[in-house]
Every structure is written in structure tokens, then in C-alpha cells.
């Protein structure tokens, strides 16, 4: 049963080309397509477990399959089964495995080849407890990747797309909304506490990074429509999700390596801790150098003028 709701779950029409998409009704239809149709063909792949990126990618498209749902739900007449919120609870399940992931490639490739051999002897037990953590963690992925609930949502999700039904907000033309169909990724994004903390380790930073994506997905959605400013401003939303991200996988790394040498770790690993702690620093004065620049009075007034003439010029690059 598993695999033939998983083929069904697969969409296999192509998009609709761009001069067909007038609605926002049909540009939302086209944007499930996209990530539904990644989803199909990424499940297999992140099942083989033969590479850790398919994985990664499965990630991003439930992410944007979440966002397009939360972003032009107004605008659909979608099966009561089918809503973001279940997607995200997907989501929340591929996390763990893939953090740990990204753990293990860290140390693998980045920091364990540079450390002296008694400190690469010292983490040679918790590479293994590492490699324990992360097959359990699959089996929970497996489980909720075959899982019916999560089959069934995308064979509704599929059905749903053979004749999709539009509220009258969705019948509308969408060049007029794009400000409307943005706006609540991006009206308050500026006033979130994380631009303005001072603690590297805060938790308000990964609240922050979240936000950030939101907004991020639910603007390249326009991304054809932008002027270069809200383009450029993208492009700093990436980048600031980029150093966010790697300030919460070395804490992420760094609380692990406490819990399994407690006090001893700096004893233990001290080229380690200063390379953790190097990365940390780094990161944490190109994001505080990203955020001045990013919230400054003249780019943030740019950005807000970009944002309420989004939608004026039709003509997509």
C-alpha cells in the first residue's frame, strides 16, 4: 500500500507555463507541483541512505511546500487533511538525522584531519556513539517517511492538484498581490529581538534564523518580479540564514562534545576547543557586521519601499 500511495503522490504533469499563470490560484498550484514533484522523486533516494544531500533537499522542499500552503492558503479550497502545519510535523521528524549529519560531517572533513592523534584517539567513542545516534535517528526518519498518515497527505495533496479549487481571492490576478501575498513573512521580521542580541549562544538567534527562511522562501516566490534592492536583500536574508546556521550547529556541537566529556573536554581536546570557539567568533562578527548593515535607516527604508512596489513592474526578468 505504502508504494503505490507514494507513486500515486507523485505528480508527473509538468508546470504551467509562466504566460498561463495569472491567478494567484494558479501560481500557488504551481509552486505545490514544483515541490511535490522533489518530494516524490527525492523519498526514494533519502530511503537508500546512501548520501546524506538527498536528505538535505527533502528538508528544503517540505520547508517550501510548508511555506507555499502558509503563504496562499487564503487563496485555496484544500482537503481538511492537507494544511502546513502537518507538513511541518514531517519536517520535525527528517531533523534530527539530518543535525546529526551535519555533526558528523563537520568533524569528519573539517576539524578532526587537523587535530594531533591523541585528541583524534580521544574521539574515536563518541564518533561511534555519534554513528549509534544517527541509525536510530534513521529508523524514526524511515518509519515517518513510509508512515500512511504522511503517504496519504500526499496522495490528497496530488488529488487535489487533477482539480484544484480556488477561493474567489484565488481567481484574482496575482501581479496586483504579490505585496499582500508577502507581507505576513516580512512586515515585523526587522523588530524580532535576535537582530539585537549580544549572546552568540542565544536562543532568540535560532528563533531569528527561522523567521529569516520564512521570509526568505516567501520572497524568491517573487523573486521575477523583484527590483535589484529586494533582490540584493535576498541575498543578505542567505547569508545571514547561512552564518545563523552555522552559529547553531557549533553550539549544537559544541553542547554534544560537553555531554560527553563533561569537564574534562578541555583537557582532553584543547585544539579542538580553540577551533570550535575560532569558527564560533568568526561567524558571530560577520553576522553582527551582516545585521548593522542590513537593519541601517537608509537600507531598511529601501527595502520597505522595494517591498510595497513589488508587483508594479509585470514584466518577470
Known sequence: MAASLLALAIVQEDSPPDGLITTSGAYALELIQRQTRRLGKLQPEVLADRDPEPLHQLRVSLR??????????????????????????????????????????????????????SEQRSMAAAMKRLGRDRAQAFEA?????????????????HKWQHKPRFTSLGQLPLLP??????APFTADLFLHPGWSTEDPTAEALHALRKRIKGARYALEHFESWCEPPLKAWIAELRQAQDHLGELHDLQVLSCTLHERFGSLMAERLPILCIEIDRQQQDHWHRWQDLARRVRCDSNRHAIQLALVQLGQAPARA
Not at 526518519?141 to 496519504?152: F, I, M, P, Q, S
Open 64 to 117: 517550501r511546500l510548508r511555506t507555499a500552503l502558509a503563504q496562499f492558503g487564503p487563496a485555496l479550497e484544500l482537503p481538511d487533511s492537507v494544511d502546513s502545519g502537518r507538513i511541518a510535523a514531517l519536517a520535525r521528524r527528517t531533523g534530527l538525522c539530518r543535525d546529526l549529519d551535519v555533526l558528523r560531517l563537520r568533524l569528519e572533513l573539517q576539524l578532526l584531519p587537523s587535530l594531533p592523534e
Open 141 to 157: 526518519l524511515e518509519e515517518g517517511l513510509c508512515h500512511a498518515r504522511y503517504l496519504k497527505l500526499l496522495a490528497r495533496l
Open 177 to 182: 498581490w504579490l505585496y499582500e501575498w508577502q
